[in-house]
């Protein structure tokens, strides 16, 4: 057996409604490299299981935007066993595929379009081989195999360094967890790729090109980093999923999705020492990535001035306002987290003085993002259309001086640390919320992390308020975006804060 040991167990104690809550987290790794977190908990019938890997779009250059997104999609599409009838009959056919869509990329990279009379042709070649090939795939059998066994919370998403493959389990069918996901990180197959890429395109045309707010916001990200991979949007840019190939994205995953790169976190009824053997017997003879996946060098450099993106369209205006900040684990973040707090939210002095005081905005407030590398705080306000932009900017300019000139009170601190300590509690009442907790301080530093958080901000002095202000929310170097409505529209109170 390769199983290292048992690491680490911690006990956290938080009062939430007078209710304490005891969470244990037993830890292991395999000599392959994965990790394995488990929380057992048997008030519950199920357990929340989770895979999660280190990789996402921070790990993609040009021409690879959005692979690991691709691969969200085409990870559903089986493997050398499951979505398929027979893979020997099944492979020749893909191969097909990878030969025509060569030979399609070769005439885009002469510029030729897809009207041209040979890519049509080559394309049409593509459609009729599909066809040939799902004679021999079992459509959705993933998905079928765990609802057919009670499985619930079926899902996945992919973030800029860590994407999820998640579903919750009765106690005792846990094991097809692992079998599934075993399988699908040793053999996955990327079947019916070129119609599945026309479904990611589609699905950026409409979460982005045609929605005015998500090209906005897309576009901002993009002027704010101007150095670091976290510019790329997830889903990626539409020039680099229209050249996607089989064999780039297949490369893609064996760099990434391997058991070295990857976490598993069981919480439910479940027992942490059978937990570790069962993950030991499915996942050990997976090998690692070779060579060993890169990190990431690049960071942001320091900002020299301002950046100002103005942008008119069919859409409630706004205005935001970002400020470069460290990555984790710097004691500054706990710091700006308590800034959030004072600015965010309806009792956050941006909403009393913007909406409440001044009656320029529907909405207002703030948030702090803490990243494994350069991080971002952003101030937002949602404007009345006949607002003038200018006037908001200005005003929330000098709410952060105020909080940069002059410590919060003692009632005004110590509200917010309570109310950002409760929030982190109550975030553990889930057991979901505790696996996806878990899994961002890993991949942040280290679980453990996780139990220093309430104190960490319980620590937060207001006398480091001023200064921390001062350094980071400097109106000289921020990137702000302003987004103008093209059409009068009603003053309707909406969302404000970044999708």
Not at 184 to 203: G, N, W
Not at 234 to 254: C, M, N, P, Y
Request: glycine share 6%.
């Amino acid at each position: 057996m390769s199983v290292q040991g048992l690491l680490g167990v911690l006990c956290l104690t938080a009062v939430l409604q007078a209710a304490p809550i005891d969470l244990t987290v037993h830890y292991d790794s395999l000599e392959n490299g994965l990790k394995i977190l488990v929380v057992r908990d048997t008030n519950v019938a199920v357990v929340s299981c989770r895979l999660y890997y280190f990789v996402g779009s921070m790990y993609e250059g040009p021409g690879a935007t959005g692979l690991s997104h691709m691969y969200e999609h085409m990870m559903f599409k089986g493997t050398r066993t499951l979505g398929t009838t027979d893979y020997k009959k099944e492979e020749p056919f893909i191969e097909r595929l990878d030969s025509l869509q060569t030979r399609i990329e070769t005439l885009r990279e002469q510029e030729r379009t897809p009207s041209d009379s040979t890519i049509a042709s080559l394309s049409k070649q593509i459609s009729s081989t599909l066809e040939k090939q799902r004679a021999f795939i079992k459509k959705d059998e993933i998905w079928e195999l765990y609802q057919n066994n009670g499985g619930t919370n079926l899902n996945a998403w992919t973030g800029d360094d860590m994407t999820a493959y998640i579903v919750t389990l009765p106690r005792n069918k846990v094991d097809l967890f692992y079998w599934i996901e075993s399988d699908r990180m040793r053999d996955p197959v990327l079947r019916e790729f070129p119609s599945e890429r026309d479904v990611v395109m589609e699905e950026r045309r409409m979460r982005y090109d045609n929605r005015p707010i998500s090209r906005y916001f897309e576009r901002l990200n993009a002027l704010f980093y101007i150095a670091h991979p976290y510019r790329n949007p997830t889903i990626g840019w539409a020039s680099d999923i229209q050249s996607f190939t089989r064999a780039r994205l297949e490369a893609h995953v064996k760099q990434y999705y391997t058991p070295d790169n990857a976490l598993i976190v069981l919480v439910g009824n479940i027992d942490p020492q059978k937990a570790v053997r069962d993950v030991d017997k499915y996942f050990s003879h997976i090998p690692r990535a070779n060579p060993p996946k890169q990190e990431v060098v690049t960071r942001e450099p320091a900002p020299v001035g301002q950046t100002r993106f103005v942008m008119t369209e069919d859409a409630e205006p706004r205005i935001d306002m970002m400020f470069h900040i460290p990555g984790y684990p710097s004691d500054d973040l706990f710091k700006l987290d308590v800034v959030e707090g004072i600015l965010n939210g309806r009792s956050g002095r941006l909403y009393q003085r913007l909406v409440e005081k001044e009656q320029l905005c529907t909405d207002a407030g703030a948030s702090n993002s803490f990243r494994l590398h350069n991080g971002e705080f952003q101030v937002w306000a949602t404007l009345k259309n006949s607002s003038d932009p200018a006037k908001v900017e200005k005003l929330i300019i000098d709410e952060m001086a105020k909080l940069g000139a002059k410590p919060p009170s003692p009632a005004e601190m110590e509200r917010n640390k309570n109310n950002i300590r409760m929030g982190f509690v109550s975030g553990l009442q889930s057991l979901e919320g505790i696996s996806d907790r878990l899994a961002w301080f890993q991949r942040l530093d280290s679980w453990k992390d996780m139990f220093l958080y309430p104190d960490r901000i319980a620590a937060v002095d207001a006398q480091s308020i001023p200064a921390v202000v001062t350094k980071y929310l400097d109106p000289t170097v921020m990137t702000i975006g302003i987004l103008k409505s093209k059409s009068p529209q009603s003053d309707n109170k909406a969302a404000g804060k970044k999708p």
